[in-house]
């Protein structure tokens, strides 16, 4: 079932998105060579202590960490690691979520550090730009795989992959709601879209061919090919004004 949210709870919501960007905005700051992923798992919990919000992934279906930290070639669900040491060069997609008064939010990003080679940094623009055009799309009156099919065109036309494994959700009361939103797909088809609804649309696109593995940790997915791969999410909410990201 897809809840219409009302005003009240999208004020909810906002709040706990807001939370969500500034912690990601901190996180960040302190994505740099040397750094350890465990180090910035800490910092979103305090940070997120501080704001009297509780980390959305923690305990999440057994998930131990409050966030995921997907270097290179690891898609999403990366576990943040003591001897996982940042190098100049990489990539890491940082995946953070808070609850806060009951209501939800989640956002993703994919950072440099350092200098990175043109490759990686087409794929972390083409991926970012991609979750602006499958947003512009959500608009009420379109159908849910408008948001896809146009995040899939975006991506393919410009020489990258779309993981098919993996999708973006709704989101509210909890973490992962109706609709499940694909990163591909044709245009036209899936539930219509109504002002109330609030989306977590979230790319997760490939340098490579699409396909993927799980790791033996049960959790960390990365590229079959291992080549690298960038992932970018906002929550957004439908209203009749046109789509507002509540993330930013």
């Given at each position: 079932m897809i809840v219409l949210r009302s005003q009240r709870?999208?004020?909810?919501?906002?709040?706990?998105c807001k939370i969500v960007a500034e912690i990601l905005q901190h996180l960040k700051e302190h994505v740099r060579p040397?750094?350890?992923?465990?180090?910035?798992?800490?910092?979103s919990e305090d940070l997120a202590a501080r704001k009297k919000a509780v980390p959305a992934f923690k305990g999440y279906q057994g998930y131990p960490f409050a966030l995921c930290t997907s270097i290179n070639c690891e898609v999403v669900h990366g576990m943040p690691s003591r001897q996982r040491h940042l190098a100049e060069g990489d990539i890491i997609s940082i995946d953070f979520?808070?609850?806060?008064?009951?209501?939800?939010?989640?956002?993703?990003?994919?950072?440099?550090?350092?200098?990175?080679?043109?490759?990686a940094e087409r794929l972390c623009t083409v991926t970012e730009e991609s979750l602006y055009a499958g947003i512009?799309?959500?608009?009420?009156?379109?159908?849910?795989?408008?948001?896809?099919?146009?995040?899939?065109?975006?991506?393919?036309?410009?020489?990258?992959?779309?993981?098919?494994?993996?999708?973006?959700?709704?989101?509210?009361?909890?973490?992962?709601e109706s609709p499940?939103?694909?990163?591909?797909?044709?245009?036209?088809?899936?539930?219509?879209?109504?002002?109330?609804?609030?989306?977590?649309?979230?790319?997760?696109i490939n340098a490579g061919c699409p396909d993927v593995e799980?790791?033996?940790?049960?959790?960390?997915?990365v590229t079959l090919d291992r080549k690298l791969s960038a992932?970018?999410?906002?929550?957004?909410?439908?209203?009749?004004?046109?789509?507002?990201?509540?993330?930013?």
């Open positions: 709870e999208i004020e909810k919501i906002r709040t706990a040397g750094a350890t992923t465990w180090d910035l798992n800490a910092l979520g808070v609850v806060h008064d009951g209501y939800y939010g989640d956002a993703a990003v994919t950072v440099a550090v350092g200098t990175i080679s043109q490759e512009r799309q959500a608009i009420a009156g379109n159908r849910l795989s408008d948001i896809s099919h146009a995040i899939q065109e975006y991506v393919e036309t410009r020489g990258f992959s779309v993981v098919r494994e993996f999708v973006g959700h709704g989101i509210g009361q909890n973490l992962h499940q939103i694909p990163n591909y797909g044709p245009p036209g088809k899936g539930v219509q879209l109504k002002s109330g609804m609030v989306l977590a649309i979230e790319p997760m799980i790791l033996r940790d049960k959790w960390t997915a992932h970018f999410e906002h929550t957004i909410v439908i209203t009749d004004n046109g789509p507002e990201i509540l993330t930013q």
